[in-house]
Protein backbone atom coordinates (compact mmCIF):
# COMPACT_ATOMS: atom_id res chain seq x y z
CA UNK A 1 0.00 0.00 0.00
CA UNK A 2 1.27 3.48 -0.83
CA UNK A 3 0.05 6.36 0.69
CA UNK A 4 0.89 10.33 -1.40
CA UNK A 5 0.75 13.63 -0.22
CA UNK A 6 0.98 16.62 -2.63
CA UNK A 7 2.07 19.82 -1.45
CA UNK A 8 0.74 22.97 -2.89
CA UNK A 9 2.56 26.74 -2.68
CA UNK A 10 -0.71 27.99 -0.64
CA UNK A 11 -0.38 24.71 1.99
CA UNK A 12 3.67 25.05 2.27
CA UNK A 13 3.58 29.07 2.49
CA UNK A 14 0.81 28.57 5.27
CA UNK A 15 3.17 26.09 6.76
CA UNK A 16 5.99 28.47 6.84
CA UNK A 17 4.25 30.73 8.68
CA UNK A 18 2.78 28.66 11.47
CA UNK A 19 6.19 27.00 11.74
CA UNK A 20 9.74 27.98 13.08
CA UNK A 21 12.40 26.05 10.98
CA UNK A 22 13.55 24.63 14.60
CA UNK A 23 10.20 22.85 14.88
CA UNK A 24 10.03 21.56 11.40
CA UNK A 25 13.88 19.95 11.01
CA UNK A 26 16.02 17.96 13.15
CA UNK A 27 19.04 19.13 13.72
CA UNK A 28 21.39 16.92 11.07
CA UNK A 29 18.40 18.78 8.60
CA UNK A 30 18.96 22.13 10.07
CA UNK A 31 22.79 21.92 8.88
CA UNK A 32 22.00 20.60 5.34
CA UNK A 33 19.11 23.22 5.23
CA UNK A 34 21.69 26.08 5.94
CA UNK A 35 24.27 24.45 4.06
CA UNK A 36 22.71 24.87 0.35
CA UNK A 37 23.42 28.11 -1.39
CA UNK A 38 21.01 28.62 -4.14
CA UNK A 39 17.24 29.88 -2.67
CA UNK A 40 15.56 28.38 -5.37
CA UNK A 41 17.27 24.73 -4.03
CA UNK A 42 16.43 25.52 -0.20
CA UNK A 43 12.89 26.37 -0.93
CA UNK A 44 12.42 23.02 -3.19
CA UNK A 45 14.62 20.99 -0.48
CA UNK A 46 12.14 22.56 2.65
CA UNK A 47 9.08 22.15 0.21
CA UNK A 48 9.85 18.11 -0.11
CA UNK A 49 11.06 17.68 3.37
CA UNK A 50 8.04 19.16 4.73
CA UNK A 51 5.87 16.94 2.50
CA UNK A 52 7.73 14.12 3.49
CA UNK A 53 7.41 15.04 7.05
CA UNK A 54 3.34 15.76 6.96
CA UNK A 55 3.28 12.59 5.10
CA UNK A 56 4.66 10.14 7.51
CA UNK A 57 2.80 12.11 10.50
CA UNK A 58 -0.27 11.04 9.60
CA UNK A 59 0.85 7.85 8.14
CA UNK A 60 2.51 7.03 11.36
CA UNK A 61 -0.49 8.19 13.60
CA UNK A 62 -3.38 6.38 11.37
CA UNK A 63 -1.33 2.58 11.00
CA UNK A 64 1.07 2.46 13.94
CA UNK A 65 -0.93 5.13 16.49
CA UNK A 66 2.30 6.83 16.68
CA UNK A 67 2.74 10.65 17.20
CA UNK A 68 5.52 12.85 16.23
CA UNK A 69 6.23 15.88 15.76
CA UNK A 70 7.83 17.13 12.44
CA UNK A 71 11.36 17.49 13.66
CA UNK A 72 10.90 14.05 15.14
CA UNK A 73 10.78 12.51 11.80
CA UNK A 74 14.25 12.62 10.08
CA UNK A 75 14.96 12.18 6.32
CA UNK A 76 18.41 12.56 5.59
CA UNK A 77 20.39 10.49 2.13
CA UNK A 78 21.78 7.72 1.98
CA UNK A 79 25.18 8.05 -0.34
CA UNK A 80 23.36 7.12 -3.77
CA UNK A 81 20.78 10.45 -2.84
CA UNK A 82 17.70 7.93 -2.25
CA UNK A 83 15.91 10.04 1.21
CA UNK A 84 15.92 7.56 4.38
CA UNK A 85 13.96 8.07 7.41
CA UNK A 86 14.63 7.76 10.96
CA UNK A 87 12.04 7.59 13.21
CA UNK A 88 12.59 9.06 17.00
CA UNK A 89 12.96 5.98 19.04
CA UNK A 90 11.98 3.42 16.33
CA UNK A 91 15.15 2.26 14.90
CA UNK A 92 13.21 -1.27 13.38
CA UNK A 93 10.34 0.52 11.97
CA UNK A 94 12.28 3.41 10.17
CA UNK A 95 14.27 0.77 8.89
CA UNK A 96 10.79 -0.77 6.76
CA UNK A 97 9.67 2.36 5.44
CA UNK A 98 10.58 3.22 2.03
CA UNK A 99 9.85 6.94 1.33
CA UNK A 100 10.38 8.91 -2.16
CA UNK A 101 10.34 12.79 -2.83
CA UNK A 102 9.69 14.84 -5.56
CA UNK A 103 9.66 18.71 -6.09
CA UNK A 104 9.59 21.59 -8.76
CA UNK A 105 9.01 24.94 -8.37
CA UNK A 106 7.52 25.03 -5.06
CA UNK A 107 5.47 22.00 -5.33
CA UNK A 108 6.43 18.79 -3.63
CA UNK A 109 5.01 15.58 -3.49
CA UNK A 110 6.05 12.18 -1.31
CA UNK A 111 5.13 8.70 -1.18
CA UNK A 112 5.68 6.62 1.80
CA UNK A 113 5.11 2.48 2.06
CA UNK A 114 5.87 -0.13 4.87
CA UNK A 115 7.85 -3.19 3.55
CA UNK A 116 8.38 -2.74 0.10
CA UNK A 117 9.67 0.41 -2.17
CA UNK A 118 7.57 3.24 -3.79
CA UNK A 119 9.12 5.80 -6.21
CA UNK A 120 7.28 9.33 -6.51
CA UNK A 121 7.69 11.99 -9.58
CA UNK A 122 6.12 15.21 -9.86
CA UNK A 123 6.09 17.51 -12.91
CA UNK A 124 4.63 20.74 -14.32
CA UNK A 125 2.81 20.08 -17.92
CA UNK A 126 4.49 21.10 -20.86
CA UNK A 127 5.19 19.38 -24.36
CA UNK A 128 8.89 18.29 -24.72
CA UNK A 129 11.34 18.38 -27.39
CA UNK A 130 11.23 15.66 -29.68
CA UNK A 131 14.94 15.47 -29.25
CA UNK A 132 14.82 14.98 -25.62
CA UNK A 133 11.86 12.21 -25.87
CA UNK A 134 13.32 9.78 -27.79
CA UNK A 135 15.99 9.51 -24.83
CA UNK A 136 13.17 7.92 -23.04
CA UNK A 137 10.36 6.85 -25.14
CA UNK A 138 10.16 4.81 -28.07
CA UNK A 139 8.20 5.53 -31.15
CA UNK A 140 5.51 2.87 -30.09
CA UNK A 141 5.26 4.67 -26.87
CA UNK A 142 5.69 8.46 -28.02
CA UNK A 143 2.44 7.40 -30.74
CA UNK A 144 0.31 5.97 -27.58
CA UNK A 145 1.49 8.86 -25.33
CA UNK A 146 0.15 11.51 -27.24
CA UNK A 147 -2.93 9.46 -28.53
CA UNK A 148 -4.17 9.09 -24.97
CA UNK A 149 -2.83 12.18 -23.37
CA UNK A 150 -2.11 14.23 -25.69
CA UNK A 151 0.27 16.70 -26.56
CA UNK A 152 1.63 16.60 -23.47
CA UNK A 153 1.67 12.77 -22.87
CA UNK A 154 5.44 12.08 -23.01
CA UNK A 155 5.76 13.81 -20.06
CA UNK A 156 3.67 11.41 -18.29
CA UNK A 157 5.43 8.99 -19.15
CA UNK A 158 8.54 10.47 -17.88
CA UNK A 159 7.50 10.82 -14.93
CA UNK A 160 6.34 7.41 -14.15
CA UNK A 161 10.08 5.71 -15.77
CA UNK A 162 11.71 7.81 -13.22
CA UNK A 163 9.37 7.25 -10.17
CA UNK A 164 9.96 3.11 -11.53
CA UNK A 165 14.12 4.18 -11.25
CA UNK A 166 13.55 5.69 -7.89
CA UNK A 167 12.01 2.89 -6.46
CA UNK A 168 14.81 0.90 -7.93
CA UNK A 169 17.07 3.25 -6.05
CA UNK A 170 18.65 4.62 -9.51
CA UNK A 171 18.82 7.87 -10.63
CA UNK A 172 17.58 8.87 -14.34
CA UNK A 173 20.74 8.81 -15.81
CA UNK A 174 20.76 5.01 -15.69
CA UNK A 175 19.23 3.99 -18.86
CA UNK A 176 15.52 3.32 -19.38
CA UNK A 177 16.00 1.55 -23.37
CA UNK A 178 15.14 -1.49 -21.69
CA UNK A 179 12.26 -0.05 -19.70
CA UNK A 180 8.72 0.24 -21.51
CA UNK A 181 5.28 1.15 -20.96
CA UNK A 182 1.85 0.32 -22.49
CA UNK A 183 -1.53 1.47 -21.65
CA UNK A 184 -4.72 -0.31 -21.64
CA UNK A 185 -7.24 2.17 -22.33
CA UNK A 186 -10.26 0.92 -21.24
CA UNK A 187 -8.96 0.02 -17.70
CA UNK A 188 -7.17 3.41 -17.42
CA UNK A 189 -3.74 1.48 -16.36
CA UNK A 190 -0.15 0.59 -17.22
CA UNK A 191 1.61 -2.45 -17.38
CA UNK A 192 5.66 -1.74 -17.06
CA UNK A 193 8.24 -4.07 -18.47
CA UNK A 194 11.83 -4.51 -17.90
CA UNK A 195 14.49 -6.45 -19.99
CA UNK A 196 16.50 -6.60 -16.73
CA UNK A 197 13.84 -7.73 -14.55
CA UNK A 198 11.51 -9.59 -16.61
CA UNK A 199 8.33 -10.39 -14.57
CA UNK A 200 8.28 -7.77 -12.09
CA UNK A 201 5.40 -6.70 -10.38
CA UNK A 202 4.60 -3.10 -10.41
CA UNK A 203 2.16 -0.90 -9.01
CA UNK A 204 1.43 2.21 -11.32
CA UNK A 205 -0.60 5.19 -9.99
CA UNK A 206 -0.77 8.67 -11.72
CA UNK A 207 -3.06 11.66 -11.07
CA UNK A 208 -3.03 15.20 -12.60
CA UNK A 209 -3.48 17.91 -10.34
CA UNK A 210 -4.16 21.30 -11.53
CA UNK A 211 -1.48 21.87 -14.15
CA UNK A 212 0.85 19.06 -12.85
CA UNK A 213 1.16 15.03 -13.72
CA UNK A 214 2.32 13.25 -9.97
CA UNK A 215 3.14 9.63 -11.30
CA UNK A 216 3.82 6.82 -8.53
CA UNK A 217 5.70 3.29 -8.37
CA UNK A 218 4.86 0.41 -5.92
CA UNK A 219 7.71 -2.57 -5.70
CA UNK A 220 6.90 -5.70 -3.59
CA UNK A 221 10.17 -7.00 -1.15
CA UNK A 222 10.08 -9.83 -3.88
CA UNK A 223 10.15 -7.41 -6.63
CA UNK A 224 13.55 -5.65 -5.19
CA UNK A 225 15.52 -8.55 -3.96
Known sequence: ?????????????????????????????????????????KKD????????????SKWLKSHFAITLGP???EILNKKNGVPKVRVVGKKDLSRNISISISHENGLAVSAATFNGKVGVDLARCRVIKRELQQ?????????????????????????IKEAYLKAL???????????????ENKAGLFQLRDKERPGICTDISY????????SSVFL?????A
Open 1 to 41: MVDTLFLSKKKFAQILRSHSLESLLSKNELKKFESLVSPSR
Open 45 to 56: WLAGRIAAKWLL
Open 71 to 73: NEI
Open 135 to 159: YYLNDEERSEAKKHFGAEGPLLYWT
Open 169 to 183: ERGFMHSVAGVSLQY
Open 207 to 214: QKVGNTFI
Open 220 to 224: GNEAT
